[in-house]
Each structure stands twice: as structure tokens, then as C-alpha cells.
């Protein structure tokens, strides 16, 4: 299993701004995953991060909005860049532990909001 | 990422009442996986079965898996208005692989 403390939970932006939010897992990870999620919506992958090289981004997101760092096998940030209304969401980190059967584990979830 | 379907996109029932949630896949599979979401926050996995199970329980859940429909259900019976949250299917197609999630399906569950 993994424990993944996310922060902040929560925030309320400045349009223009930048935030980062942090996530730090109990066990060492190879890859984490980075989620964006809009009110009632599934869960759309951002990059998957893996540490000692650039994350790979999905379809439609770019480094330069979405700089990921992945500095040890253990935590990860991303920072969701010059702000605008339409990046308020739910961003989730996910590590999945693989074995026999591969099992999800995520962090607490940050609400921004950017007005 | 995501390949799953899920129906319905959302159910309003009844606390008590039996609750049925969907979801279709388009791969083979290792597993397919249940999640639940409270509101905003990190998905909790709830029940595992593997691609050779046809059912499998586990307290008041009920998940069954159908590979030559490429489908699964989801029931919860009994319902309480805790169980009231965002359900997801996860599909593993094998270790190699990023789990791959369904829509989702915003259940809830009036006192």
C-alpha cells in the first residue's frame, strides 16, 4: 500500500498567479500521476511523473502550464502556472503499486479555485 | 486514460434502496476495480475482481464481472447516506500497464 499526504487541500487563486501543490508518498514510488478533475467530471491524467527525467504529458497539456518536478522516488509537485478561471478544479496525485494486481492510491485532492 | 464507460452518470435513490452502477470496458483485463470518491477528495479502492471471477462480495457490495460483454456492475444494497460519493471503475490490463479509469457515477442517497 502507499500513504500520499497532498497539499494544500484547498486554495483560492489570483487569475495570473501560479500554485504549487505538493505531494509526498510513504514508499518509494517509480512513477506518480498527476489528475485533473472538473466538478462532476472523471479524472483526466496530466503527465505521469517519473523521477530523473521530464514528465510525459498528455493530450492537450503542456510543460510550460503544467511544470512538474519529481526530485527523489518519493515526492512530486505541480504547478498549475499563470492562472486563469477556467484551471479551477480538483488536482489529484496517484502513485499505483504494481504487483499480481495493480492498485491506485491518492492523495487528499486540492480544490483551487482562481478568480 | 480513460476507456471505461460508466451508467448511470448519476442516481438519486432512497436511503435503503439497492444501488446499481455500470461500467464498460473496451480491453482485455488483469482486473477491474471499484473506487469510491467523497466529494472532492482522493479515490479509496473498494473491491477487486479478477478477469477468471464472476462475483464477489464483500460486506454490502456486490460486484460482478462479465468478460465476453466486457462489463461490470456495482451494487450496493442497503443503502445509507454515507454511501452517498462518486464511484469509479479502474481497469488493469496487466503490470505493464496504467490503470485505466471510467467516467464515474455521482450517487446519491436522500435520507
Known amino acids: 500500500s502507499a500513504v500520499i499526504s497532498q497539499k494544500p487541500s484547498r486554495d483560492i487563486c489570483q487569475r495570473g498567479t501560479s500554485l504549487t501543490i505538493q505531494c509526498q508518498v510513504d514508499s518509494q514510488v517509480t512513477m506518480m500521476f498527476w489528475y485533473r478533475q472538473q466538478p462532476g467530471q472523471s479524472l483526466t491524467l496530466i503527465a505521469t511523473?517519473?523521477?530523473?527525467?521530464?514528465?510525459?504529458?498528455e493530450s492537450g497539456f503542456v510543460i510550460d502550464k503544467f511544470p512538474i518536478s519529481r526530485p527523489n522516488l518519493t515526492f512530486s509537485t505541480l504547478t498549475v502556472s499563470n492562472m486563469s478561471p477556467e484551471d479551477s478544479s480538483i488536482y489529484l496525485c496517484s502513485v499505483e503499486v504494481r504487483g499480481a494486481n495493480t492498485e491506485a492510491f491518492f492523495g487528499q485532492g486540492t480544490r483551487l479555485t482562481v478568480v | 486514460s480513460q476507456q471505461g464507460e460508466e451508467d448511470p452518470q448519476a442516481l438519486s435513490i432512497q436511503e435503503g434502496e439497492n444501488a446499481t452502477m455500470n461500467c464498460s470496458y473496451k480491453?482485455?483485463?488483469?482486473?477491474l476495480q471499484w473506487y469510491r470518491q467523497n466529494s472532492g477528495r482522493g479515490l479509496v479502492h473498494l473491491i477487486l475482481i479478477r478477469s477468471n471471477e464472476r462475483e464477489k462480495h464483500s460486506g454490502r457490495l456486490r460486484v460482478t464481472l462479465d468478460t465476453s460483454k466486457k462489463s461490470s456492475s456495482l451494487l450496493i444494497t442497503a443503502s445509507r447516506a454515507a454511501d452517498t460519493a462518486s464511484y469509479f471503475c479502474?481497469?488493469?490490463?496487466?503490470?505493464?500497464?496504467?490503470?485505466?479509469w471510467g467516467a464515474g457515477t455521482k450517487l446519491i442517497i436522500k435520507p
Open positions: 511523473a517519473n523521477q530523473g527525467s521530464e514528465a510525459t504529458y
Open positions: 479502474a481497469t488493469d490490463r496487466g503490470s505493464n500497464y496504467q490503470l485505466i
Open positions: 480491453t482485455s483485463i488483469n482486473n
